[in-house]
């Protein structure tokens, strides 16, 4: 099925449905709080707001004003859209579906009172919380390097300032200069994103700087979409781009920020421009809830709840979950599912069994989209893996091109479904 933002919408209408039964008479308001306005979040935030008519109140804590979506964060860097393109804010949810938006950090959980206190010095009550704190780094992952170095190597894994930066160091590279990637290891937030990330630094070198070089260290001995990419790497940009898997020394890197050099299985490299990626673990805010196994936070897959306490759910990249890429779209296909699950127990609505659906979409060159897709269906021990689909090697351009301009109605669509 082609995905525009007209069916991407019309995929929630079900969710839709399930959520619109009446309060139950004489219940008081429930109170839901939401940490993180990201695609799980703010997602999970609209669909409670929008279809409990007043019945819950929802209360929704993001630090940012300005959220940047790390999905289409690669094309900004590719020079395909601008940092504009890919910010959105939380008005609308406030003013016409009546959330409380709080601009602030969250610093505490206490799941026997069912409080969140926040840097600012409030403190919220809730009788369902819902934790979509996206991802953090695991100190140490990546030898000589730490979140103090992020200036002079960005990560550029959460979208925004550090997109910024990574974009104007690829611009301001040297003619016949080297860009390092230092790729993470399994599991982390959008498994094909190093990869067309390389293909978007790639597009833009070849044009404005030629003669520069490109290496990835990779600890993985494949990743996600391997064949699609190193076809295109292949096809047009062709002699730029060293990939180093383990075999060949990709998982024994250390680099040095002050010297900016890398160093590979012992041969060190100096470097014009390098993205440290590192090792991920859950946002922060859930290892404080204490609902995380040390990295990530196992969850029901009928509701997304936590599996230490039912009244606290954990969406997206945050969660340990089972089969689906830690990415936007899972991350919004299970707020869908959580919402209704906590618009029923808050309210008495009928609750539908859990499905959920996911793609990741790249783009290789310019009008040149591959894609990665499948469905799931709850079970005891996890979100399971139904049947899935992915981009041949060999497409010829025109169905490229569909697919890249499926990518751009997706987007639109899952936007509007998060902010409104």
């Excluded at 590719?78 to 609308?92: Q, S």
């Excluded at 026997?112 to 919220?124: E, I, Q």
Aim: aromatic share 8%; net charge neutral; hydrophobic share 40%.
């Amino acid at each position: 099925m082609t995905i525009n933002r007209r069916t991407f919408l019309g995929t929630g209408a079900a969710t839709t449905a399930a959520l619109a039964a009446p309060q139950v008479i004489g219940q008081a308001r429930g109170r839901v709080v939401v940490i993180g306005g990201g695609a799980g979040g703010a997602t999970a935030a609209r669909y409670i707001a929008k279809d409990s008519k007043g019945a819950i109140d929802v209360t929704l804590v993001e630090p940012t004003r300005t959220y940047y979506t790390c999905f289409f964060s690669n094309l900004y860097i590719g020079g395909f859209k601008e940092v504009a393109d890919i910010g959105h804010t939380y008005g609308r949810l406030a003013s016409d579906f009546g959330i409380n938006v709080v601009h602030d950090w969250a610093v505490g959980v206490d799941r026997s009172a069912r409080t969140v206190s926040l840097a600012g010095g409030a403190t919220l009550s809730y009788d369902r919380l819902i934790l979509s704190p996206g991802i953090d780094f695991v100190d140490g992952s990546v030898e000589g390097w730490d979140i103090t170095a992020q200036n002079a190597m960005p990560h550029a894994y959460k979208a925004g300032s550090q997109s910024e930066l990574l974009r104007a160091q690829v611009r301001g590279m040297p003619e016949g200069g080297v860009y390092a990637m230092i790729a993470p290891p399994n599991p982390f937030r959008c498994p094909p994103g190093p990869y067309e990330r390389i293909c978007m630094v790639a597009h833009y070198l070849k044009s404005a700087n030629p003669t520069a070089k490109i290496i990835i260290a990779d600890p993985k001995p494949k990743f996600s979409k391997m064949a699609l990419f190193q076809e295109g790497w292949g096809d047009h940009y062709d002699g730029m781009i060293d990939w180093i898997g383990p075999e060949f020394g990709g998982d024994k890197v250390s680099v040095d920020p002050a010297a900016m050099t890398v160093t590979i299985d012992g041969e060190t490299t100096k470097v014009d421009a390098c993205n440290v990626i590192p090792a991920m673990k859950a946002g922060r805010i859930a290892e404080i809830a204490g609902v995380t196994d040390g990295n990530w936070a196992p969850v029901s897959a009928y509701d997304m709840s936590s599996r230490t306490d039912p009244n606290v759910h954990v969406l997206g990249d945050a969660s340990q979950q089972g089969d689906m890429p830690k990415s936007g779209f899972s991350a919004n296909s299970q707020a869908k599912v959580c919402a209704n699950a906590v618009r029923g127990a808050l309210t008495g609505s009928k609750v539908f069994p859990a499905r959920y659906s996911n793609t990741c979409w790249s783009l290789i060159s310019a009008e040149n989209g591959v894609k990665v897709g499948a469905s799931y269906e709850a079970t005891d021990e996890k979100i399971k893996n139904t049947g899935g689909f992915i981009s041949k090697t060999g497409e010829n351009a025109e169905l490229r091109k569909a697919t890249y301009e499926e990518s751009e109605g997706w987007y639109a669509g899952i936007t509007a479904d998060m902010f409104g």
